[in-house]
């Protein structure tokens, strides 16, 4: 063998070695080139769930929640044994904007009277093309229920209900849109979905009646019940999420003043306080959401919002 070709093999041999060195890097460090393009990362950053629940309150600052046993018992016991979000900021006042960021990664109105079906990349039509089930159980309607306001029912506490996939569509409307009543029946039969989205109504959410209201219908309706299911005992998947659409009209920060979600479940952190100064938004919570689903290329603002691992036990 002449040297040349001895000296060719030789940074071939140191090439490979390279390449298998940042192959590595790349396994350990959970980084790949153009991970950054649609802002997702690593599923294994945010444990996978079968079981995320999330119920959304109404209209609280963090100050008004946080600390406060008299107004908020349960939900301050729930922090105690999950992880508090402590630089968190809704974003935008009023309410139904906020429910449109945490489903479509977009604000796409501020009308609280508007109805309109949007036809935008969203949650919904996300799991409908993986396969991944859920319902939205809301307070005060019937089975497959698309109308506007009833009773205590808001039609904008439920932005699935004015997303097309779900509202130009009755036979998927049908299969999706519960009665909170069934919440506890399909819980008892072990036939929760993968993703639940609880809408209180305004009497139950904080938004007409007390905080204290609120606070016992959430410990007795959903957190007591998930408290026995397997899927939130120790080994479980289960995700419990309990946020705010909005803080008080008074708080503007961030567009939408500063509020207090929670989470619970065996692979929340207990007992956590946010550590780092990272700003979380709606989008944030919803890109979080679907890396838990196992869902990739969150819309919107979602794209590049911060992930929430730091809630989670990294295992």
Same mark, same amino acid.
């Given at each position: 063998?002449?040297?040349?070709?001895?000296?060719?093999?030789?940074?071939?041999?140191?090439?490979?070695?390279?390449?298998?060195?940042?192959?590595?890097?790349?396994?350990?460090?959970?980084?790949?080139?153009?991970?950054?393009?649609?802002?997702?990362?690593?599923?294994?950053?945010?444990?996978?769930?079968?079981?995320?629940?999330?119920?959304?309150?109404?209209?609280?600052?963090?100050?008004?929640?946080?600390?406060?046993?008299?107004?908020?018992?349960?939900?301050?016991?729930?922090?105690?044994?999950?992880?508090?979000?402590?630089?968190?900021?809704?974003?935008?006042?009023?309410?139904?904007?906020?429910?449109?960021?945490?489903?479509?990664?977009?604000?796409?109105?501020?009308?609280?009277?508007?109805?309109?079906?949007?036809?935008?990349?969203?949650?919904?039509?996300?799991?409908?093309?993986?396969?991944?089930?859920?319902?939205?159980?809301?307070?005060?309607?019937?089975?497959?229920?698309?109308?506007?306001?009833?009773?205590?029912?808001?039609?904008?506490?439920?932005?699935?209900?004015?997303?097309?996939?779900?509202?130009?569509?009755?036979?998927?409307?049908?299969?999706?849109?519960?009665?909170?009543?069934?919440?506890?029946?399909?819980?008892?039969?072990?036939?929760?979905?993968?993703?639940?989205?609880?809408?209180?109504?305004?009497?139950?959410?904080?938004?007409?009646? @007390?905080?204290? *209201?609120?606070?016992?219908? %959430?410990? $007795?309706?959903?957190? /007591? &019940?998930?408290?026995?299911? =397997?899927?939130? +005992?120790?080994?479980?998947?289960?995700?419990?999420?309990?946020?705010?659409?909005?803080?008080?009209?008074?708080?503007?920060?961030?567009?939408?003043?500063?509020?207090?979600?929670?989470?619970?479940?065996?692979?929340?952190?207990?007992?956590?306080?946010?550590?780092?100064? @990272?700003?979380? *938004?709606?989008?944030?919570? %919803?890109? $979080?959401?679907?890396? /838990? &689903?196992?869902?990739?290329? =969150?819309?919107? +603002?979602?794209?590049?919002?911060?992930?929430?691992?730091?809630?989670?036990?990294?295992?």
């Amino acid at each position: 063998m002449s040297n040349s070709q001895h000296n060719l093999r030789r940074k071939s041999a140191q090439s490979q070695l390279l390449s298998a060195l940042i192959v590595c890097v790349i396994l350990l460090t959970g980084t790949a080139c153009g991970s950054g393009a649609s802002g997702s990362q690593p599923s294994s950053i945010i444990p996978w769930s079968n079981h995320i629940v999330v119920v959304m309150e109404e209209n609280q600052s963090y100050a008004s929640v946080v600390h406060n046993s008299i107004d908020w018992p349960n939900l301050n016991n729930l922090i105690s044994n999950g992880a508090l979000a402590t630089n968190y900021y809704a974003n935008s006042h009023p309410s139904i904007g906020n429910y449109f960021m945490l489903t479509t990664g977009e604000l796409l109105t501020t009308n609280d009277n508007s109805t309109t079906v949007w036809n935008v990349d969203n949650l919904a039509r996300r799991m409908l093309a993986s396969g991944v089930s859920f319902k939205i159980y809301a307070e005060g309607i019937t089975q497959g229920y698309l109308g506007g306001n009833t009773g205590l029912y808001l039609i904008r506490h439920n932005p699935f209900a004015m997303l097309s996939d779900v509202a130009d569509n009755p036979q998927v409307a049908n299969q999706c849109i519960w009665p909170f009543t069934q919440f506890a029946a399909d819980l008892a039969s072990g036939t929760l979905p993968d993703f639940s989205f609880i809408v209180p109504d305004v009497d139950d959410d904080a938004h007409d009646g @007390t905080p204290q *209201q609120a606070d016992a219908w %959430l410990q $007795t309706n959903v957190i /007591a &019940l998930l408290s026995n299911s =397997p899927a939130f +005992a120790s080994g479980g998947d289960g995700i419990l999420i309990v946020d705010f659409d909005e803080a008080a009209t008074s708080d503007t920060a961030y567009g939408g003043g500063q509020v207090a979600p929670v989470l619970w479940g065996p692979s929340v952190k207990v007992g956590f306080t946010q550590t780092s100064t @990272t700003v979380y *938004q709606h989008q944030s919570m %919803l890109r $979080t959401v679907m890396e /838990a &689903l196992r869902l990739s290329n =969150p819309p919107g +603002a979602a794209a590049s919002a911060p992930l929430m691992s730091e809630f989670f036990v990294q295992k």
